[in-house]
């Protein structure tokens, strides 16, 4: 049964938001709670990483399966090797070129990432945000934000700040910054493997990610009979 609470709607600019909002936001998810951020593919429905209730928290908002790992937000990409136990030369290469951006690089993870942030597995998948807001509160951030879609899981993304019905738990504070830029899911690689597999086609297309990287380094998901 969705278990609904009011939440605290910030309205902020999109470029220049407000410290206020910036700190409250980090403050909320450093106490384990939920806040949804604008980014430029969709609004994130994100928490504090480190806390396991809190990635739980997550998964019931959406009813996520609990087999799908969520990613992590990073500020730079320097901050890549905080959460990758390894990062081959064509990852860097893709971050060079698309972050801040719309995608998101599968990697061996670290213990600095905890299992439960991420379905158990030894992977994990970062990404730097293209958007003023959710920079700003991953910069003051000083632990990982784990995120994904602010909806309900088989659900559109939503491209609009989250109402009342598009969560079964409601977030603590919801960052209002207007429309999404992209509109639409970012493109996530799977870099662990060689060569790279293509999960998802998102924000960055296809044809872009083989004339950089190459169409050797890039295999396409196999397409079930």
């Not at 609904?4 to 910030?10: G, I």
């Not at 060079?96 to 991420?118: D, H, M, N, Q």
């Given at each position: 049964m969705c278990r609904?609470?009011?939440?605290?709607?910030?309205r902020v600019n999109a470029q220049t938001p407000g410290q206020r909002a910036i700190e409250e936001a980090v403050s909320v998810l450093r106490d384990g709670g939920l806040v949804v951020l604008p980014t430029d593919t969709v609004y994130g429905l994100c928490c504090n990483a480190?806390?396991?209730?809190?990635?739980?928290?997550?998964?019931?908002?959406?009813?996520?399966?609990?087999?799908?790992?969520?990613?992590i937000f990073l500020p730079d990409a320097q901050a890549m090797d905080l959460y990758a136990a390894e990062v081959p030369d064509l990852a860097r290469q893709a971050?060079?070129?698309?972050?801040?951006?719309?995608?998101?690089?599968?990697?061996?993870?670290?213990?600095?990432?905890?299992?439960?942030?991420?379905?158990?597995?030894?992977?994990?998948?970062?990404?730097?945000?293209a958007?003023?807001?959710?920079?700003?509160?991953l910069k003051a951030a000083d632990f990982p934000v784990a995120s994904t879609s602010a909806n309900l899981s088989g659900r559109p993304s939503p491209v609009q700040a989250p109402g009342g019905a598009d969560l079964c738990v409601q977030p603590d504070v919801i960052l209002d910054a207007g429309p999404c830029s992209l509109g639409r899911e970012s493109t996530v690689v799977d870099f662990s493997r060689t060569p790279a597999v293509l999960v998802r086609e998102g924000g960055v297309p296809l044809a872009e990610l083989q004339a950089t990287l190459g169409l050797a380094s890039l295999r396409l998901p196999q397409r079930s009979p």
């Open positions: 609904k609470r009011e939440s605290k709607v910030l480190l806390i396991e209730s809190a990635v739980a928290e997550v998964y019931e908002a959406k009813g996520r399966p609990a087999s799908m790992p969520l990613i971050a060079a070129k698309w972050w801040p951006g719309p995608l998101t690089i599968i990697l061996k993870r670290r213990e600095s990432v905890p299992g439960f942030a991420v379905a158990g597995g030894d992977t994990v998948g970062l990404r730097v945000p958007h003023p807001v959710a920079l700003a509160v």
